[in-house]
């Protein structure tokens, strides 16, 4: 080999090794003192994101509520179940069993400055629904999937409001 080809060699190789030092650096823990993320905070974050992927058929009901829960599909068994056949916007007239919306609210204790409802899917879909709009929906349910699942039915809103899996209902 000659002088001007080893010359290259010798500085491709320098360049490379520079490169993974770098890269090496780069991967390499952070010694960042400006984190100022509490441990409080970081339980917070974990306690939603557990929430969020919650397990089928329970749901955690919170935010301005009287009386905070886990409803589940053997405590909505316990309660008021209709049946009805209403009309999915994309399905067509469909068959649900469930409990109303308007008996949930008396047992969750829905405080009167609650003006919306975030309800949380277990796949993290989540849907904001202004708390009028759900009141004004007299054959609005919780229904019972025979998969063990609960889905919120709202005859007459679009079907981004209807929520399968519902893991959590968070009144604002």
Same mark, same amino acid.
């Given at each position: 080999m000659?002088?001007k080809?080893?010359?290259?060699?010798?500085?491709v190789?320098?360049?490379?090794?520079?490169?993974?030092?770098?890269?090496? %650096?780069?991967?390499?823990?952070?010694?960042?003192?400006?984190?100022?993320?509490?441990?409080?905070?970081?339980?917070?974050?974990?306690?939603?994101?557990?929430?969020v992927?919650?397990?089928?058929?329970?749901?955690?009901?919170k935010?301005?509520?009287?009386?905070?829960?886990t409803?589940?599909?053997?405590?909505?068994?316990?309660?008021?179940?209709?049946?009805?056949t209403?009309?999915?916007?994309?399905?067509?007239?469909? &068959?649900?069993?469930?409990?109303?919306?308007?008996?949930?609210?008396?047992?969750?204790?829905?405080?009167?400055?609650?003006?919306?409802?975030?309800?949380?899917?277990? &796949?993290?879909?989540? %849907?904001?629904?202004?708390?009028g709009?759900?009141?004004?929906?007299? &054959?609005?349910?919780?229904?019972?999937?025979?998969?063990?699942?609960i889905?919120?039915?709202?005859?007459?809103m679009?079907?981004k409001?209807?929520?399968k &899996? %519902?893991?959590?209902?968070?009144?604002?």
């Amino acid at each position: 080999m000659n002088g001007k080809h080893r010359r290259y060699l010798v500085l491709v190789i320098a360049l490379l090794a520079m490169g993974l030092g770098l890269l090496a %650096v780069a991967c390499g823990e952070s010694d960042d003192t400006n984190d100022t993320t509490s441990s409080t905070e970081a339980t917070e974050v974990t306690e939603a994101t557990e929430s969020v992927a919650g397990t089928s058929g329970n749901i955690l009901v919170k935010g301005l509520v009287d009386n905070p829960m886990t409803l589940t599909v053997d405590t909505l068994e316990e309660m008021n179940v209709v049946e009805m056949t209403v009309d999915h916007p994309k399905l067509g007239m469909t &068959d649900y069993r469930g409990v109303r919306f308007t008996e949930l609210f008396a047992a969750m204790g829905v405080q009167d400055s609650a003006a919306a409802v975030t309800m949380i899917a277990s &796949d993290g879909y989540m %849907v904001e629904i202004p708390l009028g709009d759900l009141k004004a929906c007299e &054959d609005a349910i919780l229904a019972l999937g025979d998969d063990g699942t609960i889905t919120v039915v709202i005859p007459g809103m679009e079907t981004k409001n209807w929520v399968k &899996d %519902v893991v959590s209902l968070d009144f604002k």
